[in-house]
């Protein structure tokens, strides 16, 4: 096979961060790690009219992110797939911002919307853990959204986006990342109204457990990582928290008021200090709303679901 076929970087817009993963593929459709990137930008964020935009600077940072994420794929010699997911989606210039990216980098952005983006999710689920047979909720907490999946052996019956994301509700609840008891009980209410607005709930009821995916289930497994008194370990997929670990977790971050102090907690990425508190009272809706008691981490998720698909992979 011509090694541009089998080398894929696949490069996720999202509304906290840019990715990039570089991946090899072998035979067996085993997935080899060639390098990897992130880099926090928030884009979208800016109102004018009342309709988000993405600013020249948002756009000339963009740019010279995706120039970089560039070089590494030509240096790998790797096919380039961007997808962008909802601050992009959402933005009233989005055109405007994805033919500037062209124009300066000649790499093609594809909006996906948000029943695509779970279902992207899910394929990197599944070819992460063996959920061919369970029932199982899928849930990725980003930035401006949150994907649900409900899958019965591998197979999605039920995908969709409800826009509740870390970045998303730090804008309307914690404008200056600042903990307060009326804000949370204020975002918690917004949280519940939300889901329980766009998502059947009824038809979750009997799944054997649930799957999480970036951010903020990475944060909660990372921060029971370096809580646990074995050897902290290096890959965390298949790892678990129960919804006891998560509380006492949940608590821990909710007592500590400012990002600074935030920053100081192992296993807390001090870029997503700010935000973590909202994507904490998400997950801690959603363990409430669906009955979890406990949630298995997939390390595999948008990205790789880009790659999966763009080498139709089931």
């Known amino acids: 096979m011509d090694k541009n076929k089998d080398r894929i970087a696949a490069i996720d817009i999202g509304t906290n961060s840019f990715h990039l993963i570089i991946i090899e593929i072998n035979k067996s459709n085993k997935l080899k790690l060639l390098d990897r990137d992130r880099v926090f930008l928030r884009i979208g964020n800016i109102k004018q009219n009342g309709?988000?935009?993405?600013?020249?600077?948002?756009?000339?940072?963009?740019?010279?992110?995706?120039?970089?994420?560039?070089?590494?794929?030509?240096?790998?010699?790797a096919k380039i797939f961007a997808i962008a997911t909802s601050a992009v989606r959402?933005?009233?210039?989005?055109?405007?911002?994805?033919?500037?990216?062209?124009?300066?980098?000649?790499?093609?952005?594809?909006?996906?919307d948000g029943k695509s983006e779970a279902k992207l999710i899910f394929l990197g689920m599944k070819n992460a853990l063996d959920l061919n047979n369970s029932t199982v909720l899928g849930v990725d907490i980003g930035g401006g959204s949150t994907e649900?999946?409900?899958?019965?052996?591998?197979?999605?019956?039920?995908?969709?986006?409800?826009?509740?994301?870390?970045?998303?509700?730090s804008n309307i609840f914690f404008p200056e990342y600042i903990i307060t008891k009326s804000a949370i009980t204020a975002c918690e209410d917004y949280v519940e109204n939300q889901i329980r607005k766009q998502i059947n709930l009824k038809i979750f009821i009997s799944i054997d457990f649930a799957v999480g995916s970036s951010g903020t289930v990475d944060t909660i497994c990372m921060i029971k990582n370096f809580q646990s008194d074995n050897a902290v370990r290096k890959k965390l997929n298949g790892f678990e928290f129960s919804y006891d670990e998560f509380d006492s977790i949940y608590t821990r971050i909710m007592n500590l008021k400012t990002p600074d102090e935030r920053m100081l907690v192992p296993g807390l990425e001090s870029k997503r200090a700010d935000i973590i508190p909202a994507g904490m009272i998400i997950l801690k809706k959603i363990f409430q709303l669906f009955n979890l008691n406990k949630m298995v981490l997939s390390e595999y998720a948008l990205r790789e679901g880009i790659v999966f698909k763009a080498l139709n992979i089931k």
């Open 51 to 77: 309709l988000n935009i993405i600013s020249e600077s948002d756009t000339e940072a963009a740019v010279n992110v995706l120039l970089h994420f560039k070089r590494m794929a030509e240096f790998h010699k």
């Open 90 to 112: 959402e933005a009233s210039n989005n055109k405007e911002f994805i033919r500037k990216v062209f124009n300066r980098t000649k790499i093609k952005i594809k909006i996906i």
């Open 148 to 169: 649900f999946i409900n899958a019965v052996n591998g197979k999605i019956k039920y995908a969709d986006s409800v826009k509740v994301g870390a970045v998303r509700l």
